[in-house]
């Protein structure tokens, strides 16, 4: 149990496009999401929080307009890479939590994301 | 902000050794937690240690945690070639799950045949 899917597992798009990336929970109700990203050979940073319902909770120096999180549903959370440039290709990895794991997240498999 | 660090940053050992891991860590925290991960894939999760134990074990892996030093090491035995990866230790902030793991460095680990 407590599996989390990402799509797509990775993208390659122009600079100034944008692009959604899907976290799912696929056998339980995430009351909270994370999204982080890695850049190569580097560590994970957070960047924001979203919890079902209401509106995400960006970390510091992470620009909300640009980095777009809908969590809709208790399934489903979106990041919206919008106006993509270079500098924003990275590994993105979402994890899940629900209710009864207080201190346990749930990892994505991530999506590699490229912008030309 | 990046609170844990861990030592080495890079580690080559040879199949059947023990590897040891190191992290740091500056704020109070609920529990630490391993993660391993395969070049370019998500992460696994391999054990979670929670701020009032001492000492976990899983399989071949071994978990310590000195709260008073703020440090933790994470212990593989008994290594193999598909030990292969980074580990990282991330830390859950006092007062709950309501916020974001905070990750470490890491250290990439190499298992020679």
């Known amino acids: 149990g407590a599996v989390v899917s990402q799509h797509p597992s990775w993208v390659i798009c122009k600079s100034g496009t944008s692009v959604k990336i899907e976290c799912r929970s696929l056998d339980f109700q995430a009351t909270t999401m994370f999204w982080y990203r890695q850049f190569p050979k580097q560590s994970l940073m957070l960047m924001a929080t979203s919890n079902e319902g209401s509106k995400a909770t960006y970390e510091q120096g992470v620009e909300k307009d640009k980095f777009l999180i809908n969590h809709a549903s208790l399934t489903l959370s979106t990041l919206t890479v919008t106006s993509a440039h270079p500098e924003d290709s990275s590994f993105y990895i979402c994890?899940?939590?629900?209710?009864?794991?207080?201190?346990?997240?749930?990892f994505g498999p991530g999506t590699r994301l490229t912008v030309l | 902000s990046q609170q844990g660090e861990e030592d080495p940053q890079a580690l080559s050992i040879q199949e059947g050794e023990n590897a040891t891991m190191n992290c740091s860590y500056k704020?109070?925290?609920?529990?630490l937690q391993w993660y391993r991960q395969n070049s370019g894939r998500g992460l696994v999760h391999l054990i979670l240690i929670r701020s009032n134990e001492r000492e976990k074990h899983s399989g071949r892996l071994r978990v310590t945690l000195d709260t008073s030093k703020k440090s933790s090491s994470l212990l593989i035995t008994a290594s193999r070639a598909a030990d292969t990866a980074s580990y990282f230790c991330?830390?859950?902030?006092w007062g709950g799950g309501a916020d974001g793991l905070t990750f470490g460095k890491g250290t990439h680990l190499i298992i020679q045949p």
């Open positions: 994890s899940a939590r629900y209710l009864y794991t207080y201190n346990e997240q749930f």
């Open positions: 991330a830390t859950g902030p």
């Open positions: 704020t109070s925290i609920n529990n």
